[in-house]
Nanobody
Framework: QVQFVESGGGLVQPGGSLRLSCAAS????????MGWFRQAPGKEREFVAA????????YYADSVKGRFTISRDNAKNTVYLQMNSLKPEDTAVYYC??????????????????WGQGTQVTVSS
């Protein structure tokens, strides 16, 4: 069973930074794309960023371009999200998942695992 465990969230002031981690298990993700998603209170879950296995292709939602950086460590089956210049509107629970194609992550279709518990990110002064 494919599982994801997200960590690294917390409370940060506007303009601050956080680094999220997601450890994946249950399969060999050697050829899969991995991505980050978020869900703010009262809103639907949305795509944030995705990266192919090689790191050769990376997608970002327009709202985080230039501020967030996705990376992965294939040896550890772990994907990271470096978040800089955080804004109050970034407040959400952040989740990760995987898919065979990076395009599937961008539209949240054909995901490989169920959603984990997520990690809460709160941006507030």
């Amino acid at each position: 069973q494919v599982q994801f465990v997200e960590s690294g969230g917390g409370l940060v002031q506007p303009g601050g930074s956080l680094r999220l981690s997601c450890a994946a298990s249950g399969r060999t993700f050697s050829s899969d794309a991995m991505g980050w998603f978020r869900q703010a209170p009262g809103k639907e879950r949305e795509f944030v960023a995705a990266i192919t296995w090689s790191g050769g292709s990376i997608y970002y939602a327009d709202s985080v371009k230039g501020r967030f950086t996705i990376s992965r460590d294939n040896a550890k089956n772990t994907v990271y999200l470096q978040m800089n210049s955080l804004k109050p509107e970034d407040t959400a629970v952040y989740y990760c998942n995987a898919a065979a194609r990076i395009s599937s992550l961008a539209i949240m279709r054909n995901l490989l695992g169920s959603w984990g518990q997520g990690t809460q990110v709160t941006v507030s002064s």
